[in-house]
């Protein structure tokens, strides 16, 4: 599977953005899509994740209820909208594909990442 990320930019705080990651290839091979971020000077970390057939999602708890994460099988694309963005959320995202129906907030769980996008946010 290749991925395509797209969306990151200049955001105000409180603001909001949408990234989005194209998938192409085998899909099959794909059953659940995620994000990923890494801020300067740290270590990636997860952010959500979605399964391709269930819809059934999962989110680290440092977003959970400001951002959505989403489908769209029939252009094998996963949005992430991302709400009341704060300075620490500063970050290039990158999106990832698992196999594996199970720990989805493990990188090592990801067999194929995209190149990032950056996503700043800045009063």
């Known amino acids: 599977v290749q991925l395509q990320a797209s969306g990151g930019g200049l955001v105000q705080i409180g603001g909001s953005l949408r990234v989005s990651c194209e998938a192409s290839?085998?899909?099959?091979?794909?059953?659940?899509m995620g994000w990923f971020r890494q801020a300067p000077g740290k270590e990636r970390e997860f952010v959500a994740a979605?399964?391709?057939?269930?819809?059934?999602?999962r989110y680290a708890d440092a977003v959970w209820g400001r951002c959505t994460i989403s489908r769209d099988n029939a252009k094998k694309t996963v949005n992430l909208q991302m709400n009341s963005l704060k300075p620490e959320d500063t970050a290039v995202y990158y999106c990832?594909?698992?196999?594996?129906?199970?720990?989805?907030?493990?990188?090592?769980?990801?067999?194929?990442w995209g190149q990032g996008t950056l996503v700043t946010v800045s009063s």
């Open positions: 290839g085998r899909k099959p091979s794909s059953y659940a």
């Open positions: 990832a594909s698992t196999p594996l129906h199970f720990q989805w907030s493990l990188e090592r769980s990801y067999n194929s």
């Open positions: 979605i399964s391709w057939s269930t819809g059934i999602t």
